[in-house]
């Protein structure tokens, strides 16, 4: 699957980008390129951004900088995106058994001496995998609906035929987003955590901000 689209790069892009930039770029100052930030299907933790989800991060992450390795990052590279998008997969299935969703991001980076390498790199294709960290409000499990963990279901179990998995509601926030250039040293992929509910903090909140901090230290 490919997680770095190329894009062509609209009069509204350059407005965009301009509007978010400190100095007013032209079109050959700029590298812009589209990323999968994320999608619909349930992932290796038995959990889903509901579409509706993938819509509430779409706002939340435009003006959010991504990050690629270390060697670059220690340089101060960074990618920031302009725009998102809910895209439709055509034809696709997620598990969970509705139409197939993703997140796209366009990202514009400032073309400078330092990250020629870098957008050629971007170019050739070698950076492809894409993680992303967000906070989200509510879980909820997919068999009958209540705050995840307060019902007897467990996500990965099927039940009736029916898998369990838990919809992560209502996102908070969007944090970075980052190439992962070395798959194997770090799992790719999504980074969730839920919010600490106002009035008590549940057991299943400190396993979520336990895993988000074992994320963190793998940058
Ligand atoms: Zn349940």
């Not at 999968?36 to 992932?43: F, I, K």
């Not at 989800?53 to 706002?59: I, R, T, V």
Request: aromatic share 10%; net charge neutral.
């Amino acid at each position: 699957m490919e997680t770095i689209v190329k894009t062509p790069l609209t009069p509204s892009d350059l407005d965009a980008i301009n509007a978010l930039a400190k100095t007013q770029l032209t079109e050959d100052q700029i590298y812009t390129f589209a990323v999968r930030l994320c999608d619909n299907e349930v992932d290796r933790d038995y959990e889903r951004f509901p579409r509706a989800s993938l819509e509430a991060l779409a706002k939340l992450f435009v003006g959010k900088s991504g990050i690629f390795d270390h060697q670059w990052s220690a340089k101060g590279q960074a990618a920031r995106l302009y725009k998102t998008e809910v895209v439709e997969e055509p034809g696709q299935t997620t598990g969970a058994g509705d139409s197939a969703w993703w997140l796209k991001g366009y990202a514009y980076m400032v073309r400078t001496e330092a990250n020629r390498d870098l957008i050629a790199e971007i170019e050739g294709g070698i950076k492809k995998e894409i993680s992303v960290g967000c906070a989200v409000n509510r879980s909820t499990c997919s068999i009958c609906g209540s705050v995840a963990g307060s019902c007897g279901h467990r996500r990965g179990q099927v039940y009736d035929g029916q898998l369990c998995f838990f919809n992560l509601e209502e996102p908070a926030d969007a944090y970075e987003w980052s190439f992962v250039a070395v798959p194997a040293q770090r799992k790719a992929g999504v980074v969730k955590a839920l919010r600490q509910p106002q009035e008590d903090q549940t057991q299943f909140v400190q396993r979520a901000k336990a895993r988000l901090e074992l994320e963190k230290a793998r940058f």
